[in-house]
């Protein structure tokens, strides 16, 4: 299966465990991959029948910053929900990093990665 990527999505959003880690946005990285057949675009030459990726930056954006959540998990699910309703892929790869979660620890980033798949 083909695969279209948005990798390092860098988005200011409210996410945390406390309110006080809620209360300024922080900066994640979110890497996106839609499983989808390209092969009547790529004959077409069409966008129509492929995936804008300039559409599926403004919905993981749209999400991540409707309202604050406590858990990566929740905004990776509500993510991949939305991509998997607008853009119909056969299944969506989301990976969510918080670079600054650690970071005084010396870990490069935590984060989850999920993967739906459309009809369950």
Known sequence: MDRVILSGARVQARIGVTEEERAQPQELVIDVELERDTREAA??????????????????????????????????ERIAAAVLGEFAPEAVRVRVRKPGALREEGVDWAGVEIVRRRGG
């Open 43 to 76: 004959r077409a030459d069409d966008l129509r029948l492929s995936v804008d990726y300039a559409a599926v930056w403004l919905c993981l954006k749209a999400v991540a910053q409707v309202r604050p959540y406590a858990l990566v998990e929740t905004l990776a």
